[in-house]
C-alpha cells in the first residue's frame, strides 16, 4: 500500500514536471517567433534603407552630370547651383549609407536574438519531450 502511495506521487510529480515544461516550452517557441518577426521587421527596414541609399546615389551621380553640363556651358550661376545640389546630394547619400549601415547591424542583432530564442524553445521542447517520457515510464511503472 505504501508502495502504491510513492507510486502514485511520483506519478503525479511526473505529470506537473510534464504540464510545467510543457507549458515553459511553448512559451519559448512563442517567444522565438517573436523574435522570428522582430528579425524580419528589421530586415525589411534595412532593406529600405539599402533602396534609400542606392536612390541617393542615382542622385548624386545625376548632379555630378548636371554639375559637368553647367561647367562646360561657362554660366556661374548655374555652376554654383549645381555646386550645391552636388553637395546636398552628396550629404544625403552619407546619411543615407550611415542609416543602411545601421539599420543592417540592427536586422543582424534582431537575428541572433531570434536564434538564441529558438536554441532557447529547442531545449524547453527537448525538455518537455524527456518530462512526458518519464511521465510514460512512471506509468508503465504503476502497471
Do not use: F, P
Request: contains cysteine; negative net charge.
Amino acid at each position: 500500500l505504501q508502495a502504491q502511495r510513492e507510486l502514485e506521487a511520483l506519478s503525479k510529480q511526473a505529470e506537473e514536471a510534464a504540464a510545467k515544461s510543457n507549458e515553459e516550452a511553448k512559451l519559448a517557441e512563442a517567444e522565438a517567433a517573436k523574435q522570428r518577426a522582430e528579425a524580419d521587421a528589421a530586415l525589411a527596414a534595412a532593406n529600405r534603407e539599402s533602396a534609400e541609399a542606392a536612390q541617393a546615389m542615382v542622385k548624386v551621380q545625376q548632379a555630378e552630370r548636371e554639375l559637368a553640363l553647367a561647367q562646360a556651358a561657362g554660366d556661374a550661376a548655374c555652376i554654383e547651383a549645381a555646386e550645391r545640389t552636388h553637395r546636398l546630394a552628396q550629404e544625403t547619400l552619407a546619411r543615407e549609407k550611415a542609416e543602411a549601415v545601421a539599420a543592417e547591424a540592427v536586422a543582424r542583432q534582431e537575428q541572433l536574438e531570434a536564434e538564441m530564442a529558438a536554441v532557447v524553445a529547442s531545449k524547453e521542447r527537448a525538455e518537455a519531450q524527456a518530462d512526458a517520457a518519464q511521465l510514460k515510464a512512471v506509468q508503465t511503472e504503476e502497471m
